[in-house]
C-alpha cells in the first residue's frame, strides 16, 4: 500500500486518492479480524460494505469509488461482478462512479513487468538480477513480456497454483541475493520506481486501469 497510492498519483491522473482500505491503525496493535487487514477477493468484497457505509456517511462526496485486488488467478468479469454487488447494497454508492480494477495475478506482476527499473537496480539485487530472471524464467516459467498470464487457478484452494511473489522471494534466495525479496520492502519500493509507461505496454489489465483513470477509454 506504501507504493500504490504513489504510483497512482503518477499515472496521471487528476483524481486525488484517499485510501480507505486496508485500514490504518497507528500506536496500538491490529486486531486480527479488524475489516480491510489484509483481505482480499470473497473476503475484501464482504468487508466493503461496511467501510463504505462509514466512508460515505458524511455529506462530502467521492467522485469515484475505485477499487483494486489481486486477481488470483480468477476470471476478471467474475470477480468485477462480486465487487459490484457489494458497491451496489450500499444505498450512498449506487449513484457514485466506480471501477474496479486488477493486478495480475499479484502486484509483483508490474515490477517483473519492468525489471530493468526496478529488481535490476535495486543494491540487494543488483550482483544477481540476471541469475534471479533467469531462474525465474527457465523454473517458474515467468514471461517478462507478459507477466499477467503467470500460473492458472487453484480451483480447490481458490488461488493460483504459483504465486508470483512467492516466486520472487525463492528467486533471491536461489541466486544468494543481499536480502531475500519482502513484500513488504521490496514491493512497495518498486511500484515507485516502475514505469507506468513500460508496465501500460506489457499488462493490459494495467492499461485498462490506467486508461480508466486518465480518461483514455
Not at 466493503?48 to 475505485?66: F, G, N, P, Y
Not at 471501477?99 to 499479484?106: K, L
Not at 541466486?175 to 513484500?183: D, H
Request: aromatic share 6%; charged share 30%.
Amino acid at each position: 500500500m506504501r507504493g500504490l497510492v504513489p504510483l497512482l498519483r503518477r499515472m496521471g491522473s487528476e483524481h486525488t486518492f484517499e485510501r480507505k482500505s486496508p485500514i490504518r491503525r497507528r500506536h496500538r496493535p491490529r486486531p486480527a479480524q479488524e475489516p480491510g487487514y489484509g483481505h482480499t477477493g470473497v473476503s475484501l468484497a464482504q468487508q466493503m460494505e461496511k467501510l463504505l457505509t462509514e466512508s460515505l456517511r458524511a455529506d462530502d462526496r467521492c467522485d469515484l469509488i475505485l477499487v483494486i485486488d489481486d486477481l488470483d488467478c480468477h476470471d476478471p468479469k467474475d470477480r468485477r461482478e462480486l465487487f459490484d454487488r457489494s458497491i451496489m447494497n450500499v444505498d450512498k454508492a449506487t449513484s457514485i462512479d466506480r471501477y474496479v480494477g486488477f493486478a495480475s495475478p499479484e502486484i509483483e506482476a508490474w515490477i517483473v513487468a519492468d525489471w530493468d527499473n526496478s529488481i535490476a537496480r535495486d543494491p540487494d539485487f543488483r550482483g544477481c538480477h540476471n541469475q534471479m530472471r533467469q531462474w525465474l524464467s527457465s523454473q517458474k516459467d515467468v514471461s517478462f513480456d507478459q507477466p499477467e498470464t503467470f500460473s492458472s487457478l487453484d480451483e480447490d484452494r481458490g488461488s493460483c497454483v504459483d504465486k508470483l511473489s512467492d516466486a520472487l522471494v525463492e528467486s533471491s534466495v536461489q541466486c544468494g541475493a543481499r536480502s531475500p525479496y519482502s513484500k513488504g520492502v521490496h514491493t512497495a519500493r518498486f511500484l515507485q520506481t516502475v514505469s507506468t509507461d513500460i508496465v501500460h505496454s506489457k499488462c493490459p489489465l494495467f492499461r485498462e486501469l490506467r486508461n480508466r483513470l486518465t480518461g483514455k477509454e
